[in-house]
């Protein structure tokens, strides 16, 4: 059974930092590209960034680039965005996803198939 699930979101304080993890099972991550995406509260859901299968390529929305950082370790089945410089905007549920795609490829827009449960991050003094 093919499982995603998010883990070290929290509340911390503006200006803070948070890693998250996004840790697989019942795959082989390796044959899949990872996003991660985030719903706030009476928003929809928007993607945050991603990373293709090779690792090699990275794509982030512009209000996070330069504070995230998203990575991926195979041999652990888990991806990773580590947050920096948060704040109060970046609060919301994120969610990690997961889709088949060709080795260097990862598109916000693509669809993806398999998702984690959130992990809720609140970013308040």
């Known amino acids: 059974q093919l499982q995603l699930v998010e883990s070290g979101g929290g509340l911390v304080q503006p200006g803070g930092s948070l890693r998250l993890s996004c840790t697989t099972s019942?795959?082989?991550?390796?044959?899949?590209?990872i996003g991660w995406f985030r719903q706030a509260p009476g928003k929809e859901r928007e993607g945050v960034s991603c990373?293709?299968?090779?690792?090699?390529?990275?794509v982030y929305v512009e209000p996070v680039k330069g504070r995230f950082t998203i990575s991926r370790d195979n041999a652990k089945n888990t991806v990773y965005l580590q947050m920096n410089s948060l704040s109060p905007e970046d609060t919301a549920v994120y969610y990690c996803?997961?889709?088949?795609?060709?080795?260097?490829?990862?598109?916000?827009?693509?669809?993806?198939?398999?998702w984690g449960q959130g992990a809720q991050v609140t970013v308040s003094s």
């Open positions: 019942g795959f082989t991550l390796a044959y899949y590209a």
């Open positions: 996803a997961a889709a088949g795609r060709s080795f260097n490829r990862c598109a916000l827009r693509d669809e993806y198939p398999y």
């Open positions: 990373i293709s299968r090779s690792g090699g390529t990275t």
